[in-house]
C-alpha cells in the first residue's frame, strides 16, 4: 500500500474515497500498474509507462480535458470506461481503466477513474 508521501511522487493524482488505497503490481522494466482498491476489492487500474494497450474496450472514443476516453452506452447510460493521457516526459501514457463491477461499486470506479490527472 502507498502511503501520502509515495502516492505525492506518482506521475498522476487521484482524488481517493475513505476507505481505499493504491498497491503497486506487476512492474516492468519501464513501466508500473497501480491498482485502486477498497477491503482487497480492485475497482481502478492505472498503466504508466512508454506504451499502454489502450483501448482495451469498445467504445466511442472521445478527447476531451487533454486524455482521450472510451465511452460506452448500456442500457442508455453512457459509461466511461477508461482514459489515456499522453505526456512529453516519461512515464509518456497514463491509462486508467475500470474493473467489471456492479451498481454503486461500477459508478464509485467511474468517478475515481474520472478523478486521475497527470503531475
Keep these: 500500500m502507498l502511503d501520502a508521501a509515495a502516492r505525492a511522487q506518482l506521475p498522476f493524482t487521484v482524488d481517493l474515497p475513505s476507505g ?7 512492474p516492468g522494466p ?5 491498482t485502486i482498491r477498497r477491503d482487497g476489492r480492485s475497482f481502478v487500474m492505472v498503466y504508466a509507462g512508454p506504451a ?33 493521457f499522453q505526456r512529453p516526459d516519461a512515464p509518456r501514457e497514463i491509462h486508467i481503466w475500470t474493473m467489471t463491477l456492479d451498481g454503486a461499486d461500477r459508478a464509485l470506479a467511474e468517478r475515481i477513474a474520472q478523478s486521475v490527472d497527470i503531475r
Excluded: C, K, N
Design 20 to 26: 481505499f488505497e493504491i498497491v503497486t503490481g506487476r
Design 30 to 34: 519501464d513501466f508500473r500498474i497501480y
Design 52 to 84: 499502454s494497450q489502450f483501448p482495451i474496450y469498445t467504445g466511442e472514443m472521445i478527447e476531451a480535458g487533454g486524455r482521450a476516453s472510451v465511452v460506452a452506452t448500456e442500457d442508455g447510460q453512457r459509461h466511461a470506461l477508461e482514459h489515456l
